[in-house]
């Protein structure tokens, strides 16, 4: 048991290094932005309340844009926005092996991001 968790935790830091290694092409550096990143994501309801901090950080930088934006740009920036962020979900996506399948996952995601507005009132 205590094997497999050190090889997890080799494997994870491998895979990491490799994407440390990929973002430098964008001079992106994991130091760039600390600030409000988490420390553990041990569990389920952190891991959760993480993901949608996220979410709500990206929401509010796609409007803080747009609105800084003249009329007639704004849904240009929004369109625009969304594409950055769905190649954002590819690359990181490539980062994991293929057994992984997180492509898949990726995808219903955007199909349930899709349908949020419609549910919504």
Do not use: W
């Amino acid at each position: 048991m205590c094997g497999d968790f050190d090889d997890q935790e080799r494997i994870d830091e491998e895979l990491f290094e490799r994407f440390i290694e990929q973002i430098s092409r964008f001079g992106v550096t994991a130091a760039d932005s600390a600030a409000g990143a988490p420390t553990q994501l041990d569990t389920e309801v952190v891991r959760a309340e993480y993901m949608e901090q996220l979410f709500k950080a990206g929401l509010t930088r796609c409007v803080t844009d747009a609105a800084n934006l003249p009329f007639g740009e704004r849904m240009d920036a929004l369109a625009g926005q969304a594409i950055v962020f769905a190649r954002l979900a590819g690359f990181l996506t490539a980062q994991f092996p293929p057994e992984a399948d997180l492509f898949r996952t990726v995808i219903s995601a955007i199909v349930d991001g899709h349908s949020e507005p419609k549910g919504r009132h």
